[in-house]
């Protein structure tokens, strides 16, 4: 079931009274609410269990209302804002004077992004303010790209969810920290680091993904409940059989240049070829090998490169610092 005009009045009026809605985006679905009303931004931390130093992302109709919600747009976030949004590209800057501290987690920074989905922008234009919304899953675990996800793990915590269908790019936004001089990627997304190059006309800086940036980077986000075990991608099939032999429940993510081997294994998921597919199924995978009844997912890291940097990212996360092999 896909949102329709009667949903998208009911849900800005949900916003307007203080209560929280779950929307599409491009990326993942977001736990929103009005970004103005500190008691509601404090019961989003509330639903998620998201501790209150955690800063969210200001989601905007458009570029246009910009200046009331940055205290100052630097030349090169404004190339940034015009090339890429609506878009999964989240513009770190300076806050402005209607952003609550709640929403930022204290922070003098803000990030803010106008979303590529057509429920969320009708959202945002009917509700005509800003709706500060993480992804609405609970703290720490894998991200929700269908309305289900959502419903399943917040359920009767959300006072309203808006169904846009699966979202078409699967990992979170990238975050620029556009502050300074010299912005840096502080997560990677589907606004890859060329891109971002390309537009700017040099090298950017990508902080590493073991790096603890700012509260809400921790390394171990993005987790199934499952175990993840990174292996080359020649040792995927081997790795996985040997804990399977060893007695684990084994779930696999069989990278596609050993596509063709059979594996033994508790539950295996053939990854795509290619990197907007994985993108668009990974967290998909993450949750359907956890609901198989796995404890150990094994599987292995794309090349780093375009979309595969924010993949690598999601995985290295989820496997957490201890995990990789
Ligand atoms: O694609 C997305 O960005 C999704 C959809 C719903 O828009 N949202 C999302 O929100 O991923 P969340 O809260 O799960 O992740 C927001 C990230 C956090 O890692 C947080 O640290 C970072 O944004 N962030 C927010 N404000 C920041 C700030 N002022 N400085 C640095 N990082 C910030
Ligand atoms: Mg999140």
Not at 177 to 188: F, N, Q, V, W, Y
Request: charged share 20%; net charge neutral.
């Amino acid at each position: 079931m896909v949102a329709r005009t009667g949903d998208i009045e009911k849900a800005a009026d949900v916003l307007r009274a203080g209560g929280l809605v779950a929307f599409p985006t491009e990326t993942v679905y977001g736990l929103g609410a009005n970004a103005e009303d500190p008691a509601a931004v404090t019961r989003i931390f509330q639903v998620k269990g998201r501790p209150p130093s955690h800063p969210l992302i200001v989601h905007l109709s458009g570029a246009e209302p910009l200046d009331d919600w940055v205290a100052d747009v630097p030349a090169t976030a404004r190339v940034l804002a015009e090339r890429f949004w609506p878009g999964p590209l989240t513009l770190v800057l300076r806050r402005g004077g209607r952003v609550p501290l709640e929403a930022t987690g204290g922070l003098e920074t803000v990030a803010v992004r106008v979303p590529d989905h057509p429920v969320a922008l009708a959202l945002l234009a009917a509700f005509g303010g800003g709706v500060t919304a993480p992804s609405a899953n609970r703290f720490g675990q894998v991200s929700p790209t269908a309305a289900d996800h959502v419903r399943s793990e917040l359920g009767g915590a959300v006072d309203f969810v808006l169904d846009g269908g699966p979202c078409q790019v699967g990992v979170e936004s990238t975050i620029l920290d556009a502050t300074g001089e010299t912005p840096s990627i502080l997560r990677p997304g589907a606004v890859t680091r060329e891109d971002l190059q390309a537009a700017l006309g040099r090298p950017l800086e990508v902080a590493t993904t073991t790096r603890i940036r700012v509260p809400g980077q921790h390394p171990s986000h993005y987790a199934p409940r499952a175990r993840v075990v990174l292996v080359d991608p020649e040792q995927v099939v081997r790795r996985a059989e040997l804990a399977q032999e060893e007695g684990h429940q084994v779930g696999v993510l069989v990278p596609p240049s050993v596509a063709g081997a059979a594996v033994k294994a508790h539950a295996v998921v053939k990854v795509p070829g290619s990197m907007a597919a994985y993108a668009r199924g990974l967290y998909g995978f993450l949750r359907e090998l956890d609901r198989q009844g796995c404890d150990l997912i094994v599987a292995s890291l794309p090349v780093e490169k375009g979309l595969g940097l924010a993949i690598a990212n999601r995985l290295l996360r989820a496997a957490g610092p201890r995990h990789i092999t």
